[in-house]
């Protein structure tokens, strides 16, 4: 079955960095757009990130310049590296499997459980 799994969450000062990775199995990695998701209590769910099998990438205005994602399509795994990380990023990130690159989770169909990211002022 289809399985996202994420990890490298935790919690860090602002300013400071994690990297966070995504296994994916189940389903065939390249056909997909992959992408990162963001929500805090009370929130919706927010696009980060997300990037082809070809690795164009799309960024969310709040994270350009911060955060780059990345994949290693060998091993079926996506990353996101985030930097300069500030108060507001504070959330669950998920990870995702959609049909468009688009920030939007409507197109997005495969859903992991989710890391907390907590970063503190």
């Known amino acids: 079955q289809v399985q996202l799994v994420e990890s490298g969450g935790g919690s860090v000062q602002a300013g400071g960095s994690l990297r966070l990775s995504c296994a994916a199995s189940g389903f065939t990695y390249n056909n997909y757009y992959m992408g990162w998701f963001r929500q805090s209590p009370g929130k919706e769910r927010e696009g980060v990130a997300a990037?082809?099998?070809?690795?164009?990438?799309i960024y969310a205005d709040s994270v350009k310049g911060r955060f780059t994602i990345s994949q290693d399509n060998a091993k079926n795994t996506l990353y996101l590296q985030m930097d300069s990380l500030k108060p507001e990023d504070t959330a669950m990130y998920y990870c995702?499997?959609?049909?468009?690159?688009?920030?939007?989770?409507?197109?997005?169909?495969?859903w992991g459980q989710g890391t907390q990211v907590t970063v503190s002022s």
């Open positions: 995702a499997a959609g049909v468009v690159l688009l920030l939007h989770p409507r197109y997005f169909g495969y």
């Open positions: 990037i082809s099998s070809d690795d164009s990438t």
